[in-house]
């Protein structure tokens, strides 16, 4: 989705009421208060009471969730500990969605606490973003192995599936020199994001274009296209997935990188990559994908690597990452293991939340985006940049193959 400004204010402070929160019996708690507040002068009518606030502990599966009054207040009482803040609310009709987070803070019976160990009740500013529909979403995301015939660990068959949701009656959309790949780093449970809070998001080591001149890969409305992570081949023969992806359209495939496999008629894509890596490790327990396009186009891109490359933070040696800025990506889906002892690594803007598998790893299934509607045999699915609400985990992976 397209993003367009707004702003959220959150305000922490200590209240006295509880709403709609989930507790253990017994266990002591300490009041949260919460303020949406919508700007003046933005033509955008925000309903604030179908906004869903959830407060998801860092430490364990515990949450708390509730809507706001027409104000934008809502109150909890919350039991101490690591939280983070995720809002967000979908309009089925106009289908505009409203989203915001806030990163992990910790709440004590004194109040939040500062990085610097202070307390503090003040106002914390997050940014909400309204996004309006786009016509590219990511339908289908299978990252999760499967295992062979003879029962070992297989992780060769994954593949994430583009459509063109657009509807009926919309836009053709051309592929060409769009871009995939994986935000770093590469699992939700690294422990720590070390651009947290930074302008622009890390890619992991390299990323693959849409081959073409602009106008030689359309996609059109209700049109998927399928491109095979690793290996573009049959592994029907070699792996309880049974997927054929001899028929995806595109294959994440280079001569330099190792593992990677591409059958006649599958088209390669072209790689792009930092650092000395000799395959694309995409996750099998939390990829956070995306699809994107550089601004200036891909080419003056990477000539300015000077700006778009760098190392970690205080670093200045190792790998250098390629980034991005978040108002270039057109789709993601953030995946994780499970929402206690995970990072967030997509912004609000981009993806509000995280879908995650409860199927074990290789077990042969994916992520699915929800069906919302169909007119004239065109299917249109939901994409409210919520993950927890758009997709469906532990799906059995079902590809529109050519």
Known sequence: MKRLAYSLYILM???????????????????????????????????????????????????????????????FNVQPGRYDLLASSYDKVTRIAVNASHPEFLLTDKGIVGADGSFSESVLEVLLEVAVPNALVIRELYYHGSTTLEGAQYTKDRYVEIYNNSGAGGRTVYLDSLCVSTIYPYNSTTGNNAWQGADTLALAQMFWMFPGNGHEHPLKPGESCVVALTSAVDHSKR?????????????????HLSGHEIAAGVTPMICYMAGQGNTWAVSIHSPAFIIFKPEMGVDAYRADAVRWERYEPGKSSG???????????????????SPDQSIKRLPSSVDASYVYMRSPHYSGKCVTRVLESETDGIKVYQDTNNSASDFIPDSIPSPNLK
């Open 239 to 255: 792996a309880t997935s049974g997927l054929e992806l001899n028929r995806a359209h595109f294959g994440a495939y280079a001569d």
């Open 13 to 75: 402070a200590m209240v006295l009421l509880c709403t709609s929160c989930l507790r253990e019996e017994g266990s002591s708690v300490t009041p949260l208060q919460v303020v949406l507040k919508v700007p003046q002068g933005l033509d955008v009518n925000v309903d604030l009471t179908k906004v869903t606030i959830r407060l998801q502990s860092k430490t364990s599966s515990l949450s708390y969730v509730a809507n706001p009054d027409e104000s934008g207040e809502v109150r």
């Open 319 to 337: 790998t250098k990452y390629w980034h991005i800025a978040k108002e270039w990506i057109i789709d993601a889906v953030e995946c994780v293991d």
